[in-house]
């Protein structure tokens, strides 16, 4: 079945440092992709997507390229916030699909 | 303000006791469903709901019933609570289905003894 691989965590890092968390994924065909932040004490919310292979998600400064080749939709922003600090998760729907496959989150721990 | 809101935010009972966690939005949302989240596992659909008089199952429906007689409230219905419903549960909405944005609500932590 489709499923969604993402790196425990926690992980901790310094303000301004470079944070990538690593998403891969198993599906048939050319499932969408997310990435979904969930900041402490609140819902999900949607942090970016796309939609085919190479597209580029972006926002708040965070970025993912969906890569068929590598089945992978990395997160990274180049220079971290302590309000970045939230548990982020990866997620998939197949292209024929009704369903939201969810990775099983990272937590973000972002240091002054 | 657009919204999705979940009541009560934090419950604790007893195995058997019967319980309501009530979802609404009010943004018109035709799709509304639910998720339980646990430590390793992401979040895993219980139901979902197409619009009013329709839903489905999820992942994990066993031990959950839903409704949804109006189209702004979806409740999640705990028949006979079991230690293993201890969750974290989040009811979440959009215009038309999975592919759109889904709003999630604030997440409602319920413990089971």
């Known amino acids: 079945g489709d499923s969604v691989t993402q790196m425990e965590g926690p992980v901790t890092l310094s303000e301004e440092a470079f944070l990538t968390i690593n998403c891969t994924y198993t599906?048939?065909?050319?499932?969408?992709l997310f990435w979904y932040v969930q900041y402490p004490g609140e819902g999900l919310q949607l942090l970016l997507k796309a939609t085919k292979a190479d597209d580029k998600g972006s926002n708040k400064g965070f970025e993912a390229t969906y890569r068929k080749e590598t089945t992978s939709f990395h997160l990274e922003k180049g220079s971290v916030q302590v309000s970045d600090s939230a548990v982020y998760f990866c997620?998939?729907?197949?292209?024929?699909?009704?369903?939201?496959?969810f990775g099983g989150g990272t937590r973000v721990l972002v240091k002054p | 303000e657009a919204q999705v809101t979940q009541n009560p935010r934090y419950l604790i009972t007893v195995t058997g006791k019967k319980l309501t966690v009530t979802c609404s939005q009010n943004m018109n949302h035709e799709y509304m469903s639910w998720y339980r989240q646990d430590p390793g596992l992401g979040l895993r659909q219980i139901y979902y709901s197409m619009n009013v008089e329709v839903t489905d199952k999820g992942d994990v429906p066993e031990g959950y019933k839903v409704s949804r007689k109006e189209k702004r409230n979806f409740p999640l219905i705990l028949e006979s609570p079991s230690p293993n419903q201890t969750s974290l549960y989040f009811c979440?909405?959009?215009?038309?289905?999975?592919?759109?944005?889904?709003?999630f609500g604030p997440g409602t932590r319920l413990t089971v003894l």
């Open positions: 979440a909405s959009s215009w038309a289905g999975v592919r759109d944005t889904q709003y």
């Open positions: 599906a048939t065909g050319y499932p969408s």
């Open positions: 997620a998939l729907i197949k292209a024929a699909g009704n369903k939201l496959t």
